[in-house]
């Protein structure tokens, strides 16, 4: 399912790497699980600033592999905080590819991802309400 017209965010991506041939299976194709670190890092970021300490990752919904990724590709990972509830956030996450020698970008996978804020105990703890425009 192509998406031609679409663009990625324009806010900074929480993280930006280039897809290297350790990130590949015996076939090398980029592994799945490779790609899904990289979201999970991106939100555990917002998770982890928003929160002002340490989030845990209690859930992944939703993510389809549309294109894939090469090695060579540029991949940024946009990640944005959508809801908050009394301990949890849940982070709206989008991978996109760039060919390393062209100019446009193509969405790769999305998913929200469900973080839990928790205190030193491993206890889960409140998070801030997000604040009203």
Do not use: C
Not at 39 to 65: P, Q
């Amino acid at each position: 399912m192509p998406f031609v017209d679409e663009q990625p965010p324009e806010h900074h991506p929480a993280v930006r790497v280039i897809a290297m041939p350790a990130d590949t299976n015996p076939y090398g194709d980029i592994f799945g699980g490779w790609l899904m670190s990289l979201m999970d890092s991106a939100a555990g970021s917002v998770a982890a600033r928003y929160s002002h300490g340490r989030a845990v990752t209690i859930a992944v919904e939703g993510m389809t592999f549309l294109r894939p990724v090469v090695v060579g590709d540029e991949v940024s990972v946009f990640a944005t905080l959508k809801s908050v509830g009394r301990t949890s956030m849940k982070i709206a996450v989008e991978a996109w590819r760039r060919a390393r020698h062209d100019d446009r970008s193509y969405r790769v996978t999305q998913a929200t991802f469900t973080f839990v804020a928790i205190g030193e105990d491993r206890q889960p703890r409140s998070v801030p309400p997000i604040a009203e425009a």
